[in-house]
């Protein structure tokens, strides 16, 4: 991965699970984690009444969440986008569905619902 910004994956998964439990304690259902195609990956997929959340998690070990929250490349949406479209081919799917991004700091959790 040529992402500068690249984390060692086990803070990334520290950073998922953290996202996790906060969506839940939000009220949101845990479907899916680490999906993952050739073209895309969705880190987590969680439900929230009828509505499919497909949501990308940004971690960040310093305060410097500007960063996180900027960090979604053109590319990087295109490739959630097409990965979460695969995911509900598969599964037979035809529900509302929207794309949030959770911002996992030590301090703090950021989440921007509808982010793209």
Known sequence: MDDKHHIPREHGQLGENLARTYLEQQGLTFVAKNVRYKFGEIDLVMQQGKTLV??????????????ALHALSTKQIQRLRRAAEHYMQLKHLDV?????????????????????
Do not use: T
């Open 54 to 67: 497909f949501v990308e998690v940004k971690y960040r070990s310093k305060s410097q969440f500007g960063g």
């Open 96 to 116: 509302i569905c929207r794309f949030d991004l959770i911002g996992v700091e030590p301090a703090q959790i950021y989440w921007l619902k509808n982010a793209f």
